[in-house]
């Protein structure tokens, strides 16, 4: 069993653009696919195509308070890329 944990991903559900998931890059499907592949091949349960995104589960297990501040700067960043 494999968890996949992308952030955006070029498809359909992000042509109206990748929200708050795109702000480190939107990947290509193949690119997501071959990630699963890989995690199989390895019997590894956590795939995450985005190298950030380990970082970011790391950073939430062994430091809560500062990942919940990242995170609430990272909605900020968000919030100043919607127009008025």
């Known amino acids: 069993m494999s ?3 992308p952030q955006a991903v070029k498809t359909a559900m ?4 990748p929200g708050v998931a795109g702000i480190d890059g939107m990947i290509e499907p ?3 696919a071959e ?8 019997d ?6 985005h190298a950030e995104v ?3 589960v790391k950073r939430k297990g062994t430091d809560r308070d500062r ?7 990272l909605h900020g960043r968000f919030e100043e890329m919607i127009p008025d």
């Open 3 to 5: 968890c996949l944990c």
């Open 44 to 49: 590894r349960f956590l795939v995450t195509p």
């Open 54 to 56: 380990l970082e970011y």
């Open 14 to 17: 992000t042509a109206g653009g």
């Open 30 to 32: 193949e690119e997501a």
């Open 67 to 73: 990942w919940i501040s990242g995170m609430q700067r």
């Open 35 to 42: 990630d699963v592949l890989d995690a199989i091949e390895k």
